[in-house]
């Protein structure tokens, strides 16, 4: 199986569904001649056009209402947000509108689109570059959000992504753009709503999405070599959420980890903590713990920036304090 | 370009006017019995605006509406009963009693809804616009904001996107003088709307709301530019509501004078006056049109009462297009 980048595998997904379907279009800023702020686009204005990769003036209110109107009339827009913290900008078309139309209007009309944009720190890229918004997304019924952490579930996504009815906000991380994984050559569907368990264990689960997936994964890869058994669920969709899996593994493992990038209050790790308290219970030997970023807008120096965002180091001492409260070490 | 003749867009503009008329002067009946809830927001002065674009307008072209726009679906064609049943939110409504007033969508129309949020059919209008240019169809869409609505941002983005693009759409800003309760004079130091569009590059005119020809007009040149391939234009229809903002609305912001002033330029008395005195019709036929207004709007509430609420367990349905459980 080829071995390629996230970035790749996301730019490889869009030539394809771009030749599969001429109603898909890219539009958004500087994803054309510039080729996206993080190289998504690469090559596609050459191959398709300024007509179906369409660079947008500094205006994602406009250009997403203008999506949300193409989608209603039958076309599947693929907007690029350059970063989640602009979505903001265009939150009302977004919440108000794409989310809501079908329903709202009883069903009549379908809004087949996707907004592509990453999110996270780690860049330095300060306060308002630097957020994990999409908790905000997933709350809202009539979106779907999704959250690969593999180059494979990158092009699967995506390609389900785009084949959707329904909006679909699709996040990217900027710190995994460079990573890379075995992901198959021809068509391949993830199904949205559905987590992967990243990897098998039988002592703790860890469940997380994007980013700290990655995190998880190699955390768990390292507390094997002592002796400890970490299961990994990987979110991958956030709505809707596979709570079956989590609750499946918690239930095997009896303890429960959450690691998410965006803040504590009101984060993921609220909503799955809540969901194992409904879905395995009596299985629990120790309340499900949560980490997190601090709560503070991300600081731009390194220390402090580092500081904020949770890293292994942070999870893997959670996961001891856990085993320890629960007598493993005896 | 489609010319305004007094016998065609005149006699069936007035047939149309009168229905909304009467349409619209049943909301505060409807909210004083309790059977429309929520907030509605009736247009009765304004019907000219609608009419006049709607004339202009062919079956494959959409339109974008605002929390006023009964005006705006009636005068594309919808059916009374079923936007009135809307309205009541009943099963028998366009969304299945989902959307009430200030949602009503209606696909077969091309009417990409009524909407609840002030300037956001701005952006919807402007992406049917594009979805018409990249399917190389020659259909416009037509957009319907206030003077309220003119100083939201989403305006400017949208008249840009669509002067660059050349987007096949026309920004029909109703200035009826007031956002709610705040005036025009109070909230825009320049009062030519006009200016906005001009801005962005977007050819951009005045007309006389009150004026069914005129709306027509300016509508259809705007129409023929947009279907020719030479991008947006922006209306600035000059109108007034005669009705409060909402049901209930107490209006201290304005007095009984200013209303007669404004009703003393009835869009539907001067256009019959102008009918009668070209010899389009006589008086006895106008009271056979407002008979017949009566008429339809009656049965459309007969229809509407007489629909059954929604079930409650449709609350759930149609959340995603394909059921994916909440």
Redo the contacts between chains.
């Keep these: 199986m080829p071995v390629i980048t996230y970035r790749q595998a996301l730019n490889d997904t869009l030539r394809a569904e771009l030749t599969r379907d001429e109603n898909v279009f890219l539009i958004g800023e500087e994803i054309g001649q510039f080729e996206g702020s993080y190289k998504i686009t690469a090559g596609l204005l050459d191959e398709f056009g300024p007509t179906r990769v369409r660079d947008t003036p500094i205006a994602e209110e406009g250009f997403v209402g203008a999506a949300i109107g193409a989608a209603m009339m039958g076309l599947r827009p693929v907007a690029e947000i350059m970063t989640i913290n602009f979505s903001l900008i265009a939150m009302d078309q977004i919440v108000n509108h794409a989310a809501k139309i079908y329903g709202m209007f009883g069903g009549q009309t379908p809004v087949p689109m996707v907004i592509r944009t990453p999110g996270g720190g780690g860049q330095q890229l300060g306060a308002t570059h630097s957020q994990n918004l999409e908790v905000w997304y997933a709350h809202v019924p009539g979106l779907k959000v999704v959250a690969p952490s593999t180059p494979a579930d990158a092009k699967g996504l995506l390609t389900a992504a785009i084949r959707d009815d329904d909006p679909v906000i699709f996040l990217e991380n900027l710190s995994l753009y460079n990573t890379k994984g075995e992901v198959p050559d021809g068509e391949q569907v993830t199904e949205i709503g559905k987590a992967a368990i990243a990897k098998e264990g039988t002592d703790i689960t860890v469940i997380a999405y994007s980013r700290a997936s990655v995190i998880a994964v190699e955390t768990a890869r390292k507390l094997e070599e002592e002796g400890i058994s970490v299961e990994v669920v990987d979110l991958r969709s956030l709505r809707p959420l596979d709570r079956q899996t989590v609750c499946e593994s918690v239930r095997k493992t009896s303890r429960a980890v959450v690691l998410e990038d965006d803040w504590l209050s009101y984060g993921v790790g609220a909503e799955i903590s809540a969901t194992v308290m409904e879905g395995a219970f009596d299985y629990l030997d120790a309340p499900v713990r949560r980490v997190a970023a601090a709560e503070v807008p991300l600081p731009y120096a390194k220390p402090m920036e580092t500081a904020a965002l949770p890293d292994a180091q942070d999870l893997t001492k959670v996961i001891r304090e856990q085993l320890e409260a629960t007598s493993f070490f005896r | 370009m489609q010319e305004f003749d007094q016998r065609r867009q005149g006699l069936s503009g007035l047939k149309t006017m009168a229905m909304i008329r009467a349409f619209e002067s049943r909301m505060p009946v409807l909210s004083e019995e309790r059977l429309i809830r929520g907030s509605t927001h009736p247009s009765a002065g304004m019907e000219a605006v609608a009419t006049g674009v709607s004339l202009a307008l062919g079956p494959q072209d959409?339109i974008?509406s605002n929390h006023r726009g009964h005006a705006h679906c009636l005068a594309r064609g919808s059916d009374p009963g079923r936007t009135m049943a809307e309205i009541l939110g009943r099963r028998d409504?366009?969304?299945?009693?989902?959307?009430g007033s200030m949602?009503?969508?209606?696909?077969e129309l091309g009417i990409?809804?009524t909407n609840?949020?002030v300037g956001?059919g701005?952006?919807?209008?402007?992406?049917?616009?594009?979805?018409?240019q990249?399917?190389g169809s020659d259909a416009v869409?037509v957009v319907y904001f206030g003077d309220g609505a003119a100083n939201q941002?989403?305006l400017a983005?949208?008249l840009?996107?669509a002067a660059?693009w050349k987007l096949p759409v026309l920004f029909v800003c109703e200035n009826n003088h007031y956002a709610q309760s705040a005036s025009i004079e109070e909230m825009i130091a320049q009062p030519d709307l006009k200016q906005r569009g001009l801005a962005y590059g977007v050819p951009s005119v005045d007309v006389d709301g009150m004026s069914l020809g005129d709306t027509f007009t300016a509508a259809a040149e705007g129409v023929e530019r947009a279907r020719s391939g030479s991008g947006p234009t922006l209306i600035i229809a000059d109108t007034y509501r005669y009705l409060g903002h909402m049901a209930g609305d107490t209006e201290i912001y304005r007095n009984q004078v200013e209303v007669e002033q404004w009703q003393a330029k009835d869009p539907i008395a001067r256009l019959v006056s102008q009918l009668l005195e070209a010899g389009v019709i006589t008086t006895s036929d106008w009271e056979d049109i407002q008979e017949e207004a009566s008429r339809v709007v009656q049965e459309a509430e007969e229809f509407a009462r007489n629909s059954p609420f929604p079930d409650a367990s449709d609350a759930t349905?149609?959340?995603?297009?394909?059921g994916?459980?909440?």
């Design positions: 959409s974008a409504g366009y969304g299945g009693g989902k959307g949602h009503i969508g209606v696909a990409l809804g609840g949020i956001a701005i952006g919807l209008a402007t992406g049917a616009a594009l979805a018409a990249m399917q869409s941002g989403v983005e949208a840009n996107l660059i349905q149609d959340v995603y297009s394909k994916v459980p909440a």
